[in-house]
């Protein structure tokens, strides 16, 4: 019977990285720059996440019951409708953007600290 997994290695010396303990996780977990790390993402996702679905829900809303307002022409074919679904696409973009730059600085730096150390505890 043949298996996938790599010969021992030789000497008798492992090469792969240490491992983090369970005991390690549950300590960084528990931590407090752990939930710093947590909040300053919460602090960014949850009000976006929130102001995104009101303006979505809103789109929807005005399409569903506002027939004429939202076929209101602005200029030349281009209703008020259009302009807001177009606009959809331009804050996803925008809010993705914005998580892009929040996450290199803010989040990953403490993300990374946080790996470095625990992967030098094991």
């Known amino acids: 019977m ?18 983090p303990t369970t005991q390690s996780f549950v300590q960084v977990h528990e931590s407090a720059e ?13 009000p976006l996440t ?8 809103l789109f929807v809303l005005l399409s569903n019951y506002a ?3 939202m076929g209101t022409k602005l200029f030349g074919n281009i209703n008020v409708a ?3 679904g177009l606009a959809q696409f331009a804050t996803t973009f925008l809010i993705a953007w914005l998580y892009s730059r929040h996450a290199a600085t803010k989040l990953d ?14």
């Open 2 to 19: 043949a298996t996938d997994a790599p010969p021992p290695p030789k000497g008798g010396t492992d090469t792969s990285p240490a491992q």
């Open 34 to 46: 752990f939930g710093e790390l947590r909040r300053a993402y919460r602090s960014f996702a949850f």
């Open 50 to 57: 929130i102001a995104f679905i009101a303006w979505y829900l």
């Open 67 to 69: 027939g004429g307002f």
């Open 82 to 84: 259009l302009v807001f």
């Open 109 to 122: 730096p403490k993300a990374e600290a946080i790996k470095s150390r625990l992967e030098a505890d094991a």
